[in-house]
């Protein structure tokens, strides 16, 4: 039996003190390693938590781009456009008149050549013509198809194709006046004028889609 003496008294004290600061520093390197394992968990969190966010936030921006919108500029820039032409009709007259006199009779013949042309005249677009509908969708209102221009006989290839006795100028406009109003009628149909109507519908659509708008929708004034 190992006797107790002052000085294994002090060495067991020594060696129960080197296991407890053993144990103590065992202790604190777990307590170490939790400590950092919970940092880089709460990191992670973080970090997932941010990307997340991120992602929502980008989502959101790619919304609000899907609005359009359209200036008053740019609606000034299309309507100093004006006159816009969709249907142009060639045609010609023959016309004749007759006088008659005691001694014989005078008679004029003329053929006249003209070219109607149908369209729309944009300074004659109502207020809000042209306007966003739903953030999306781009509606424009043209106004009514009309004769963009209405000299449209062609006096210097008109001729006269037989002429007999004397003839006034009185008498050359009256023959003027009657192959004007019957080019008009030819070529101022309900068909010519519906033709016209589709190809403006047809034109400006593409041309507002070249403008980068995908979603369009025109109408036509009823004449």
């Given at each position: 039996?190992?006797?107790?003496?002052?000085?294994?008294i002090?060495?067991?004290?020594?060696?129960?003190?080197?296991?407890?600061?053993?144990?103590?520093?065992?202790?604190?390197?777990?307590?170490?390693?939790?400590?950092?394992?919970?940092?880089?968990?709460?990191?992670?969190?973080?970090?997932?938590?941010?990307?997340?966010?991120?992602?929502?936030?980008?989502?959101?921006?790619?919304?609000?781009?899907?609005?359009?919108?359209?200036?008053?500029?740019?609606?000034?820039?299309?309507?100093?456009?004006?006159?816009?032409?969709?249907?142009?009709?060639?045609?010609?007259?023959?016309?004749?008149?007759?006088?008659?006199?005691?001694?014989?009779?005078?008679?004029?013949?003329?053929?006249?050549?003209?070219?109607?042309?149908?369209?729309?005249?944009?300074?004659?677009?109502k207020?809000?013509?042209?306007?966003?509908?739903?953030?999306?969708?781009?509606?424009?209102?043209?106004?009514?198809?009309?004769?963009?221009?209405?000299?449209?006989?062609?006096?210097?290839?008109?001729?006269?194709?037989?002429?007999?006795?004397?003839w006034?100028?009185?008498?050359?406009?009256?023959?003027?006046?009657?192959?004007?109003?019957?080019?008009?009628?030819?070529?101022?149909?309900?068909?010519?004028?519906?033709?016209?109507?589709?190809?403006?519908?047809?034109?400006?659509?593409?041309?507002?889609?070249?403008?980068?708008?995908?979603?369009?929708?025109?109408?036509?004034?009823?004449?």
């Open positions: 039996m190992e006797k107790e003496t002052p000085e294994n002090i060495i067991k004290n020594q060696k129960k003190g080197e296991k407890t600061e053993k144990k103590g520093l065992f202790k604190r390197i777990l307590s170490f390693r939790k400590s950092r394992m919970l940092t880089l968990f709460i990191l992670a969190c973080l970090g997932t938590g941010l990307f997340l966010w991120l992602n929502s936030s980008n989502e959101i921006s790619i919304e609000a781009d899907q609005r359009i919108d359209i200036t008053p500029t740019q609606i000034r820039q299309i309507q100093d456009i004006g006159q816009w032409e969709f249907l142009s009709i060639n045609n010609e007259e023959l016309i004749d008149t007759i006088s008659r006199g005691f001694f014989s009779d005078a008679e004029l013949v003329r053929i006249y050549y003209g070219t109607v042309r149908l369209g729309i005249n944009l300074h004659k677009a207020p809000h013509w042209i306007r966003v509908e739903n953030d999306s969708v781009i509606v424009a209102k043209l106004p009514p198809i009309e004769l963009l221009d209405t000299n449209f006989i062609d006096e210097a290839k008109s001729r006269s194709f037989f002429e007999k006795g004397n006034s100028a009185a008498d050359r406009e009256q023959l003027y006046n009657r192959a004007y109003k019957k080019m008009l009628a030819r070529c101022m149909t309900a068909a010519n004028i519906k033709t016209a109507e589709e190809n403006a519908r047809q034109q400006f659509t593409q041309f507002l889609k070249a403008m980068g708008y995908k979603n369009v929708e025109v109408t036509i004034t009823p004449r």
